[in-house]
């Protein structure tokens, strides 16, 4: 019984000194084996490979940015509208 106590205080002390900060812990969505598979060999440098590009600045687009529509319309008339209006 005494053994167990000790065996029980010795893993709690093993659990404090290996985790660390640096940790985190993710709820897989797949199962593990698929996500082994498409990490091949390193699942560690897949994951923080997938960090670093969700986190990265992203390229700007500028032609998404000139084919986007206006939200709204800054003036009533535009001046093709005001030209047709006075040649009738």
């Not at 404090?16 to 440098?45: D, F, G, Q």
């Not at 670093?52 to 509208?81: C, G, I, N, Q």
Request: aromatic share 10%; proline share 5%.
């Amino acid at each position: 019984m005494d053994s167990q106590k000790r065996f029980a205080r010795r893993s709690g002390a093993w659990y404090r000194v290996c985790v660390t900060s640096n940790t985190i812990t993710i709820r897989l969505r797949r199962p593990k084996a698929i996500i082994e598979a498409a990490a091949k060999p390193n699942v560690n440098a897949w994951v923080n490979e997938l960090i670093e590009r969700a986190l990265a600045p992203k390229p700007v687009d500028w032609k998404e940015h000139f084919e986007r529509k206006s939200r709204t319309r800054r003036f009533r008339y535009r001046s093709d509208e005001v030209r047709q209006q006075q040649r009738q």
